[in-house]
């Protein structure tokens, strides 16, 4: 099989998304070959390069986000006029405005949904930019903008895009043209994504445009995958933006998410919480996944199978620092438990998350300091603080696994989280965990250790200490946790997942085109039996007749017709 794999900001980068699980996919998928069409988001994650790639990578094919040469497309008079048309009714959706009825123009093919006007001016848009050559230079002209703004002023137009100013347009407008970069790419011919079995979006968003325009001109299936799911991002970001700029943002982002679930084959979440979300934005119940991230579980087999080593005073937490992981809660809480369990230490583990992570690391430095001054005399001796601010690779610490090994207990204290991949790690590690109940964690835990509600110190310090004082219960729920990650959130489970994912899809798909050989002559077996046309049949009552059970045509059971080409996988 010969999958397109399209990633936005991620895979092959080194610095990338979700570089990680789809490094696995492809390593864990060796039988199949990939091509990976990967869109860049940065000047610096193009100078940091790409990961080792494997030898089922066909080819890479990269285009950069952050910045667009003026592709010296001139439209001609009538080129223009189908581009303001077809950009007008993009516009006019993302502004709430009803459609236009002009005799000639877009909106004569156009229904009055408005998934379907936005459909429609979207593939409108593509199939100009492929007769033009691109459509850089027009997205980012003034017609562009005058077009949007004609559509803010427009009669119905909601509240928000009404109050948007010159340079809240400006802003949208250079947004959009990033956002629709891939409509100005080559990569939809027959010899681009065009030659691949199905296309694999590794995030909503730009990637699964691109997989929406490779469904559109040769018909590639497509699967969508969101860790995160990208509508819920947009909305948790750039909260000090203008709100004429979050609001038509907002509505771009949800129509192509809409868009994207729509034609989409399967969509996959990592959980269920996303899942929600997905359905919410328009997903299709009947399509979703839920495919959980696969974390490697060797490096924490040993620590996992051999839990007594822990030190039972301490507490440990691990992960990126930043505010979103409340450790300024986590200090209190420490405060609170060393009032029953005065010799508690606490490890936190883990580097700062860019210059705000850094900044809200020497917060919580300053803050242990004082909520632990050095004692001259007691169970902690001058200049013994009993919180340490530690990172992996250290002397004492080499590895996570060491790091989840050193404590008793590991505490997540997060107010926001999507998949909580530290989590699973302790689960990994055999380790009873307390944790916030924020994003996936309860999902993830399952019952195997304590969840308490996020940013209230006092409910975290009291589980805390009951596992603290329980250890035969604290060794019970570090072994269903283990026992928990080992069956639901391994790279095999995630691997096989998608390849069973791959397979259902590729089998019911109709045969695109020929295979040749080098001599232009049919390849045997190329494609396999299960692509056919499928017919419908209904089960009548069973009878007993020389017959057997009755089959009557024209029911909802639906059936496949084996094709005459011989039995073979790709």
């Given at each position: ?16 998304d ?7 996919l492809?390593?864990?998928?060796a ?9 860049s988001?940065?000047?610096?994650q ?5 990961i080792?790639l ?5 080819r ?5 986000l952050w910045?667009a040469?003026d592709?010296?497309?001139?439209l ?8 303001a ?6 516009a ?9 009825a ?7 093919s156009v229904?009055?949904s408005e ?6 001016a979207?593939?409108?848009l593509?199939?100009?930019a ?11 002209s003034?017609?562009a ?9 427009a ?8 109050e948007a ?7 949208v407008a ?9 409509l100005?790419l080559?990569?939809y ?11 694999h ?6 990637a699964a ?5 490779a469904r559109h ?6 699967v ?5 799911v ?10 000090d ?5 979050r ?11 809409a ?13 269920t ?14 399509k979703l996944r839920?495919?959980?991230?696969g974390?490697?579980a ?14 039972p ?10 505010p979103a ?5 986590l200090l209190?809480?420490?405060a609170e438990?060393?009032?029953q369990?005065?010799?508690t230490?606490?490890r936190i ?6 210059p ?12 242990a300091?004082?909520l632990?001054p050095d004692?001259?005399e007691?169970?902690?001796a ?6 340490s601010f ?9 590895t996570?696994?060491?790091a ?5 207990v590991?505490v ?16 990994l590690s055999?380790?009873?965990?307390v944790?916030t109940?924020v994003g996936?964690?309860v999902e993830v835990?399952g ?14 310090a ?6 603290l004082?329980d ?5 019970r ?8 990650a080992?069956?639901l959130?391994t790279?095999?489970q995630?691997?096989?997942a ?6 259902e899809i590729v ?8 295979l040749?050989d ?9 494609v396999?039996?299960e692509?056919h046309?499928?017919?419908?049949w ?5 009878r007993l ?26």
């Open positions: 099989m010969r999958i397109g794999l399209l990633t936005e900001g991620g895979y092959p980068y080194v610095s990338g979700a570089k990680l699980w789809c490094d696995r492809v390593h864990g998928l039988q199949h070959e990939f091509d990976v069409h990967a869109l988001r940065s000047q610096h193009e100078d940091e390069g790409w080792p494997p030898p089922n990578v066909r890479v094919r990269t285009a950069p910045m040469e592709d010296e497309v001139v001609g008079r009538r080129a223009r006029r189908r581009f048309e077809c950009f007008g009714e993009l006019a959706v993302l502004c709430g405005t009803p459609g236009s002009s005799a000639g123009g877009l909106s004569e229904s009055t998934a379907d006007r936005f459909a429609s979207l593939y409108g593509a199939e100009l492929r007769e033009a050559g691109g459509l850089v230079g027009a997205l980012r003034e017609a903008v005058r077009t949007l703004e004609r559509a803010c002023r009669p119905g137009a909601h509240r928000a895009a009404r100013r010159v340079p809240d347009l400006l802003a250079a947004h959009l043209e990033g956002a629709l970069r891939p100005s080559d990569w011919e027959d010899e681009g994504l065009g030659a691949v079995d199905l296309c979006a590794a995030s909503g968003g730009t445009l691109s997989g929406l325009l001109f040769t018909g590639v299936p497509l969508v995958t969101e860790y995160g990208r509508l819920r991002t947009h909305y948790l970001t750039a909260p933006a203008p709100p004429a700029v609001s038509l943002l907002a509505a771009f982002q949800s129509r192509l998410a868009e994207a679930y729509g034609k989409a084959e399967v969509v996959t979440a990592g959980n919480h996303a899942r929600r979300w997905q359905e919410r934005c328009g997903a299709d119940r009947e839920t495919v959980y991230p974390m490697d060797r490096p924490f087999t040993e620590v996992g199978e051999s839990p007594d080593g822990a030190d005073g301490t507490v440990v937490w691990a992960g990126r620092v930043e992981r409340d450790l300024v809660s209190h809480a420490l438990i060393r009032k369990e005065p010799r230490r606490l583990v883990g580097a700062p998350a860019g705000e992570g850094a900044a809200y690391l020497g917060h919580c430095r300053t803050l300091a004082q632990f004692e001259a007691g169970p902690h001058a200049g013994d603080n009993p919180v530690e990172e992996v690779g250290g002397p004492d610490l080499p996570a696994a060491d989840y090994a050193s404590g008793a590991t997540l204290s997060s107010v926001v989280e999507g998949f909580p991949l530290s989590l699973v790690e302790a689960m055999g380790r009873a965990t944790s109940d996936a964690v835990i019952g195997t250790g304590l969840v308490v509600p996020p940013r209230n110190p006092r409910a975290l009291d589980a805390c200490v009951a596992l004082r250890p035969e219960r604290r060794a729920l570090g072994a269903a946790a283990r026992a928990r080992l069956e959130f790279v095999e995630n691997i096989e998608f390849h069973s994912i791959y397979l089998s019911r798909a109709p045969v695109r085109r020929s040749l080098g001599a232009g002559e049919p390849l045997p077996f190329a396999p039996a692509a046309v499928p017919v419908r209904t089960a009548a009552s069973p007749s020389r017959g057997g059970p009755g089959w009557a045509a024209g029911s909802p059971v639906r059936a496949t017709t084996p094709a005459p080409a011989p039995e073979a996988a790709r």
